[in-house]
């Protein structure tokens, strides 16, 4: 079974300053990692995912993730934050297989609130 | 590229009434799934589909049913409609080895 976490249902940075979603997950298989963006009433866009490979992944609007198996993690960050990139954020796990089927698992999700 | 479509986006149900909501991709996607998002709670699977004429459970099925007889469509029926049933519902979509789903806009469901 998979399960994710997410630390912080609300994190709150200033504009500019670096931004560190947490999410560490657990799964018997090597798993799929991503991350999804929700903006208020719109569905879920895809920020960037881990498959295999680079551990570190960048995705869209300059975020980035590092998958650490050691420590279970895939923390989402940002050197510098802006406006638009309030929003909730998702982490979720897939069991990892080749075939596209992406039966995922979601964290409960962290709302960012940037300070002006 | 209309993606993954849902309809209604938003519908009041009363205890008792049963609808279905629509979900139309257009990616010639295998798989389609149905998730619930309660505040707090992330998002759950209800029901997913590998293909045309094949379903299984997710997390979270009780009080669903769903059918999938084409490729595009996986309508999401609700039976007898609860106050537990009361949810945003989100259609997703992905395709062989793409590694990605796609989701709808979602469906505000109230029942009262």
């Known amino acids: 079974a998979q399960s994710v976490t997410q630390l912080g249902s609300h994190v709150s940075v200033s504009e500019g300053a670096l931004v560190l979603l947490r999410c560490n997950y657990s799964?018997?298989?090597?798993?799929?990692l991503f991350w999804y963006v929700q903006y208020p009433n719109q569905g879920l866009q895809l920020l960037l995912k881990?498959?295999?490979?680079?551990?570190l992944v960048k995705g869209i609007n300059g975020f980035e993730a590092e998958f650490k198996k050691s420590e279970t993690s895939f923390h989402l960050t940002k050197p510098s934050a802006h406006m638009s990139d309030a929003a909730e954020y998702f982490c979720?796990?897939?069991?990892?297989?080749?075939?596209?089927?992406?039966?995922?698992?979601f964290g409960t999700g962290t709302r960012l609130t940037i300070i002006p | 590229n209309a993606g993954v479509t849902q309809t209604p986006k938003f519908r009041i149900l009363k205890i008792g009434q049963s609808m279905t909501l629509q979900c139309t991709q257009d990616?010639?996607?295998?798989?389609m799934y149905w998730y619930r998002q309660d505040p707090g709670m992330g998002l759950k699977l209800i029901y997913y589909?590998?293909?045309?004429?094949?379903?299984d459970k997710g997390e979270v099925p009780n009080g669903y049913n769903v059918s999938r007889s084409t490729t595009e469509d996986f309508p999401l029926r609700l039976e007898l409609a609860a106050p537990s049933q009361t949810s945003v519902y989100f259609c997703?979509?992905?395709?062989?080895?793409?590694?990605?789903?796609?989701f709808g806009q979602g469906t505000r469901l109230t029942v009262v």
């Open positions: 997703a979509s992905s395709g062989r080895q793409s590694t990605e789903a796609f």
């Open positions: 799964s018997s298989v090597p798993p799929y």
């Open positions: 881990y498959t295999t490979g680079a551990t």
């Open positions: 979720a796990v897939s069991e990892g297989t080749n075939f596209g089927n992406e039966k995922l698992t």
């Open positions: 990616m010639n996607h295998n798989y």
């Open positions: 589909s590998v293909g045309a004429g094949i379903t």
